[in-house]
C-alpha cells in the first residue's frame, strides 16, 4: 500500500513538472498595470507618447470659454508603473492644429502648423520627459506643403511632405534655428517612401521614381545633418521586377540592407519580396522571393481554400511555369533579431460599398423596374487580412517565414496594427481590436501557439464594460517587451463601495510579453 502511494505521488510530481515545463514554454499577455481617467461629457480624450524608459506622456488641448484667443495645452508625464511624474498646462496661439508627434532620447517633439492665411509657420514643441521644461521652435516656411512624416535627429528635426505633389523635405537644425530644404528631392512623378535617421546622424530619405526606362523604382538619398547630400543609390530595376516600396537599416557603416516589396513596372500591386545588399561603393546584390515560394504565406486562409492554392502552386512548378499573386502589402520597419532582421508587412484592400445616387448618365446603372437608378462607389477603409513575418540574413537570404490572420480590422487610413515583440527563442505578434488583444507566438516557421485572445484587463474585480462601450486608439511598443494599449470604455460596477455606479474613462493598459 505504502509503495502505490509513493508511486501515486511520483506520478502526480511528474506531471506537475510536465505541465509546468510545458506552459513555460509559451508566452503570456500579463497586464500587470492599468491607469484610468475619468473624463466628464464631451471631454476631450488623451493623445499618447510612449517615451521608454522615461515613462508616457499624456497631452490635450482644452477649450476653455474664457481664454478665447489661446489654446490650452495640458501634459501629464506618467512613470513605468503609471505613477505621476508631473502636470502642467501651457498657452499657445488658438490658430495652431496639430500635425506630428515623436519622442526621441528623452524628449517628446510636437508639431504644430498655423491655421491662418497670414503665416505658413511650423511651431515645434519639446518637451523634457523628466523635467517637464518646455522649448518652443517657429519654423518660417512659405511653401504649403502637406505633410508626411517627422524624424528627430537630436540636433534637428526632418519634416517631409509634398507641394504641388512634388516630394519636399526640410530640415530645421535647433541651434541654427534656419530651415533648410533638401536638395534632389523635388521631381515630378516621385513619392516619398521612408525618412530614417541612422546611428551615425546621417538621414536616409526614400523615394519611389521612374528612372530613364520609365520603370518605378527606388532612391536611397543620403544627407548629412547639414543637409548635403551625400550620395544617391538607385535600386536595378526591370519590367517586370520594379521596387514599389522599402525599408532600409545600416549594416556595418556604411552599408545598409533595403526590403520591402516588388512588382511589375508601374503597377500598384506587389508579386513578391526583394532584398538588396549595398556595399560602400554603391554595388547592389538584390535578391526577388515571389510569394508563391513562403511556406506560410496563405497560412491565413480557411485550411480548404490554402490547399486550393498551394495545389496550383504545384501544378505549376511541375510544369515549370510561375504562379502569380497580386497583393497590397503595407511594410514596416526592419527589426534587428540576434544576427537576422525580420520584415514586417500587413496586407490590405481597399473596401467600396455601392449606394443608391444621383450620378446621372455618368454613374454606375442598372435598370429596375424600368426605372433608371445610380449608384455610387464610396470608399469604406482599408480592410487588412494579414501580417507577413519574414526571417532574413544580413546577405538578403530568407530563412523562414510566417503569417498572422487580422481579423474584422478595417481602417480608414493605412497604419501599424501589427507589432512584433523579440524573445530569445520566439517571436511574439500581437495586436488590439475591439475590446481585445489577440495575440501569437512564433519560432521560425513554426507556431509555437496559435491565435490567442485576451480581453482588455479592467481596474477593478466587479468592473464590467457596457455593450460596445470600448474603443481602443492604439497599441505603442514602450521598452523592452513592454507594450501600452490605450482608448476609452463605459465601465459600470453595482457592487463595490467607493467606486461609482457607471463611470466613462480614458483608459491605458501596461501589456508584458512574458
Known amino acids: ?42 471631454e476631450k480624450s488623451y493623445e499618447v507618447i510612449a517615451c521608454e524608459k522615461q515613462g508616457v506622456m499624456l497631452w490635450r488641448t482644452l477649450n476653455i470659454p474664457k481664454v478665447t484667443d489661446s489654446l490650452v495645452f495640458e501634459v501629464a508625464v506618467l512613470d513605468t508603473t503609471f505613477s505621476q511624474v508631473w502636470q502642467n498646462r501651457f498657452l499657445f496661439n488658438a490658430s495652431l492644429r496639430f500635425m506630428a508627434q515623436k519622442y526621441h532620447d528623452g ?17 515645434l514643441i519639446e518637451l523634457e520627459v523628466r523635467s517637464g521644461t518646455v522649448r518652443e521652435h517657429i519654423i ?29 523635405v526640410l530640415l530645421f537644425d535647433f541651434e541654427e534655428r534656419v530651415p533648410r530644404i533638401l536638395p534632389g528631392l523635388f521631381n515630378d512623378h516621385s513619392e516619398l517612401v521612408q525618412m530614417k535617421v541612422s546611428e551615425n546622424n546621417t538621414i536616409d530619405v526614400i523615394v519611389k521614381g521612374r528612372n530613364a526606362e520609365r520603370v518605378n523604382t527606388l532612391y536611397i538619398n543620403t544627407f548629412d545633418n547639414n543637409a548635403r547630400l551625400i550620395k544617391v543609390i538607385e535600386l536595378q530595376a526591370t519590367r517586370r521586377r520594379a521596387p514599389l516600396f522599402g525599408r532600409s537599416k545600416a549594416l556595418e557603416w556604411p552599408s545598409q540592407i533595403v526590403a520591402g516589396v516588388y512588382g511589375r513596372r508601374n503597377s500598384e500591386y506587389s508579386r513578391g519580396v526583394f532584398v538588396a545588399n549595398i556595399n560602400d561603393y554603391g554595388e547592389q546584390k538584390i535578391k526577388y522571393y515571389n510569394y508563391a515560394e513562403f511556406e506560410n ?4 486562409m480557411r485550411a480548404k481554400r490554402e490547399q486550393r492554392v498551394k495545389r496550383r ?18 511594410v514596416h520597419e526592419l527589426i534587428s533579431y540576434g544576427d537576422q532582421y525580420i520584415l514586417l508587412g500587413e496586407a490590405f484592400y481597399p473596401q ?35 501580417a507577413v513575418v519574414i526571417g532574413l540574413d544580413k546577405n538578403g537570404n ?44 512564433i519560432r521560425g516557421n513554426e507556431v509555437i501557439e496559435g491565435k490567442e485572445l485576451v480581453d482588455i484587463k479592467l481596474k477593478y474585480e466587479n468592473d464590467e464594460t457596457e455593450e460596445k462601450s470600448t474603443t481602443i486608439y492604439g497599441l505603442q511598443k514602450w521598452y523592452d517587451n513592454v507594450f501600452v494599449a490605450f482608448g476609452e470604455q463605459s465601465i459600470k460596477n453595482m457592487q463595490q463601495e467607493g467606486i461609482r455606479l457607471k463611470r466613462d474613462v480614458f483608459f491605458l493598459n501596461k501589456l508584458v510579453v512574458h
Open 107 to 123: 524628449k517628446a517633439y510636437l508639431l504644430f502648423r498655423n491655421i491662418t492665411s497670414k503665416t505658413r509657420n511650423l511651431r
Open 297 to 300: 504565406f496563405f497560412k491565413y
Open 313 to 330: 502552386i504545384e501544378r505549376k512548378r511541375v510544369k515549370n511555369k510561375k504562379i502569380r499573386f497580386n497583393y497590397r502589402l503595407l
Open 352 to 386: 467600396y460599398k455601392s449606394t443608391p445616387g444621383s450620378s446621372g448618365m455618368f454613374g454606375s446603372a442598372w435598370t429596375v423596374n424600368r426605372g433608371l437608378y445610380s449608384y455610387d462607389r464610396i470608399f469604406v477603409g482599408f480592410q487588412y487580412t494579414h
Open 140 to 168: 518660417k516656411n512659405i511653401i504649403p506643403f502637406s505633410y508626411f512624416d517627422m524624424e528627430v535627429t537630436g540636433e534637428s528635426v526632418v519634416i517631409g511632405g509634398y507641394f504641388n505633389y512634388r516630394p519636399l
Open 1 to 42: 500500500m505504502c509503495c502505490l502511494l509513493i508511486k501515486c505521488g511520483l506520478n502526480r510530481l511528474l506531471v506537475f513538472v510536465f505541465l509546468s515545463l510545458s506552459i513555460s514554454g509559451f508566452s503570456q499577455i500579463l497586464q500587470p498595470d492599468r491607469h484610468e481617467i475619468v473624463l466628464a461629457n464631451d
Open 398 to 441: 530568407i530563412l523562414w517565414d510566417n503569417s498572422f490572420e487580422i481579423k474584422d480590422v478595417l481602417s480608414k487610413q493605412l497604419q501599424q496594427f501589427v507589432h512584433v515583440s523579440v524573445g530569445e527563442d520566439n517571436v511574439d505578434l500581437l495586436y488590439v481590436f475591439d475590446d481585445a488583444i489577440r495575440s501569437k507566438v
